[in-house]
């Protein structure tokens, strides 16, 4: 009996799997200085001067009953609910950016689109002509209704972050 060298089949190496790469948090934006930020908000607030400039008389918010401030409150929770502002870290390059190729930025999209309708509703309640308000609001962009949304949302105090 001849004895040879015990052959086994040489196996091929398993291929190597490429180890996961960890994703690295996204860097963060060096805090803007105290200069920037004045500037930032003398332009924001040039900007919502001339989007209301022909804006016909609202109700003051030192007027408002229990229904108008109770109303506004309930547009800034919704907002809050349904997510139409994101947040600093989820990602995004702004709270109001959006990719319309991700469905669920779509669906973000919408409820924004919702959002800036129900304060165009809101303000015409708060008008102290509704009709003459109606028409002014005609053909306005949502530029237009965020403006006066973070008017009277400065003059209430409120904020996205707390409902007082």
Same mark, same amino acid.
């Given at each position: 009996?001849?004895?040879?060298?015990?052959?086994? $089949? +040489? #196996? @091929? =190496? /398993?291929?190597?799997?490429?180890?996961? &790469?960890?994703?690295?948090? $996204? +860097? #963060? @934006? =060096? /805090?803007?200085?105290?200069?920037?930020? &004045?500037?930032?908000?003398?332009?924001?607030?040039?900007?919502?001067?001339?989007?209301?400039?022909?804006?016909?008389?609202?109700?003051?918010?030192?007027?408002?009953?229990?229904?108008?401030?109770?109303?506004?409150?309930?547009?800034?929770?919704?907002?809050?609910?349904?997510?139409?502002?994101?947040?600093?870290?989820?990602?995004?390059?702004?709270?109001?950016?959006?990719?319309?190729?991700?469905?669920?930025?779509?669906?973000?999209?919408?409820?924004?689109?919702?959002?800036?309708?129900?304060?165009?509703?809101?303000?015409?309640?708060?008008?102290?002509?509704?009709?003459?308000?109606?028409?002014?609001?005609?053909?306005?962009?949502?530029?237009?209704?965020?403006?006066?949304?973070?008017?009277?949302?400065?003059?209430?105090?409120?904020?996205?972050?707390?409902?007082?």
């Amino acid at each position: 009996m001849t004895t040879g060298t015990n052959r086994t $089949a +040489a #196996k @091929k =190496p /398993a291929a190597a799997k490429k180890p996961a &790469v960890a994703k690295k948090p $996204a +860097a #963060k @934006k =060096p /805090a803007p200085k105290p200069s920037e930020i &004045v500037d930032a908000e003398l332009e924001r607030d040039d900007v919502v001067q001339e989007l209301l400039a022909d804006m016909p008389e609202l109700r003051p918010p030192h007027r408002f009953r229990l229904a108008h401030r109770n109303a506004f409150q309930n547009l800034v929770l919704e907002a809050m609910k349904a997510g139409v502002f994101g947040s600093d870290d989820d990602g995004r390059e702004g709270m109001l950016s959006y990719n319309l190729d991700d469905p669920a930025d779509i669906e973000r999209f919408q409820k924004l689109n919702d959002f800036v309708a129900s304060i165009d509703i809101w303000a015409e309640s708060i008008a102290v002509n509704p009709e003459e308000y109606a028409l002014w609001a005609e053909g306005k962009q949502q530029e237009t209704f965020m403006a006066l949304f973070t008017t009277y949302q400065e003059a209430l105090g409120e904020s996205g972050n707390s409902a007082n």
